[in-house]
């Protein structure tokens, strides 16, 4: 049965955007070619266009789209000039590809996690192997991998092509690696996970605040970690600090999609059952006696969690879990993080000092710029604070950001 193109637009858009990570992972596994793959990929859902449109919609989505990826792979390896150096991928595509007589849903192996890393192999810069691993398993856009990064759109797909590239060259192997190489490599995977996290925590433009896929990703792809590691305590701090930010995802809109800040929240909504979970992980992770960055933010997190409202928060030890990560991550924005705590223990002026010094390193990050403004209007600087919410307003890349400080804009005094 035939089927409407905006329909299958929409079809293609949503299997793309949940099964992208799976489908990359299946496909680079079997072809060993990150931009080949990518290619597939891409031929397929254009191919799924027409198909689809005439054919009606399959009920597995994701493996035809696989299949005939596979298929695509295929041919390119037929047309190659010197066919036996790729003679082994072409045996194992042809052997896939023939496991139906008709396409339906094939074993597709979960391989994520190798993946993961390979985009973090040494032989890459730190942020080449985070920015390549969001983009490919995560599934984000190079939009949204610049944006995480504080970086224009362009020089960010200039640092992918580049690192798919090398990748190529070097042949960097696609494999979990062995205990002797896992310290290297996990700091990186830490990283990866954990801005997929926060890509979906923080949702980049758009009418959404969350993206609640990613969140749920991130915090699988941490207990996958845990599963093979499971005596790392930074796993379980990184795992922790997801499971006791997600949540608080039920109170964080109100009941017109307006977000709701942390200090306003109903915690009655809040998931008790994720913040035990969080919390013991944070305790497991704490009694093996080797900290780190993510467990620390765990903690910051979990005193959060903790407080049954928000006049219960313990700012000072919160302020000394900052002073500490500073000692692991002297970023500003964990200066910033540790500014607010700051004026929220009692000390403003103090606060105020702090952001002035940070002013021109986050002029282009929006949360700055909120943050700046609702400590202004608590010291009575209006107009300051208004300036500040016009520059967080103009920066704000979802609709629930903006409206919440628009109305915050309008609750100060003339």
Request: charged letters at 25%; glycine letters at 6%.
């Amino acid at each position: 049965m035939a089927a409407a193109p905006d329909a299958v637009h929409t079809a293609i858009d949503y299997t793309l955007r949940e099964d992208r990570g799976r489908l990359m992972a299946a496909l680079v596994g079997a072809i060993g070619d990150f931009e080949l793959a990518d290619e597939c990929l891409q031929e397929a859902a254009m191919a799924a266009m027409e198909h689809w449109c005439r054919n009606g919609v399959p009920n597995s989505r994701r493996g035809w789209l696989l299949q005939v990826a596979r298929r695509r792979a295929i041919d390119h390896f037929r047309r190659q000039t010197v066919l036996r150096k790729r003679q082994a991928e072409l045996v194992l595509l042809a052997e896939e590809s023939q496991g139906a007589t008709e396409i339906g849903e094939p074993d597709i192996p979960d391989k994520r996690l190798e993946l993961i890393f390979t985009c973090c192999h040494p032989a890459l810069d730190p942020k080449s192997r985070v920015a390549l691993t969001l983009r490919t398993l995560g599934g984000l856009d190079t939009a949204q991998v610049a944006a995480a990064f504080l970086d224009r759109e362009t020089t960010m797909g200039q640092r992918l092509s580049r690192a798919r590239a090398k990748i190529s060259r070097a042949g960097i192997p696609f494999e979990v690696p062995g205990p002797e190489l896992w310290d290297e490599r996990l700091a990186s995977v830490l990283a990866v996970i954990y801005l997929i996290f926060n890509a979906g925590h923080v949702a980049g433009a758009g009418g959404a605040l969350m993206r609640r896929e990613l969140c749920e990703e991130a915090i699988y792809l941490a207990r996958m970690l845990d599963r093979l590691r499971p005596d790392e305590p930074e796993v379980l701090g990184v795992l922790s600090l997801m499971l006791t930010s997600f949540a608080r995802a039920p109170a964080r809109l109100g009941a017109g999609g307006e977000m709701i800040p942390l200090d306003e929240q109903d915690r009655s909504l809040w998931r008790k059952d994720l913040i035990c979970e969080g919390v013991a992980a944070l305790d497991s992770a704490v009694s093996r006696g080797r900290g780190g960055p993510y467990q620390i933010k765990a903690a910051i997190s979990a005193l959060h969690a903790s407080a049954r409202r928000s006049d219960e928060t313990d700012w000072t030890q919160i302020v000394l879990l900052y002073n500490t990560l500073l000692q692991h991550e002297p970023t500003p924005v964990v200066r910033l993080n540790r500014a607010v705590a700051v004026a929220c223990s009692g000390r403003l002026t103090m606060a105020l000092e702090e952001l002035d010094a940070l002013a021109q390193e986050l002029d282009g990050y929006q949360p700055f710029h909120a943050a700046h403004a609702r400590l202004l209007a608590d010291a009575g600087a209006v107009a300051a604070a208004r300036r500040a919410y016009d520059r967080a307003i103009e920066l704000a890349r979802n609709a629930p950001d903006r409206a919440f400080l628009e109305k915050q804009k309008r609750r100060l005094p003339p």
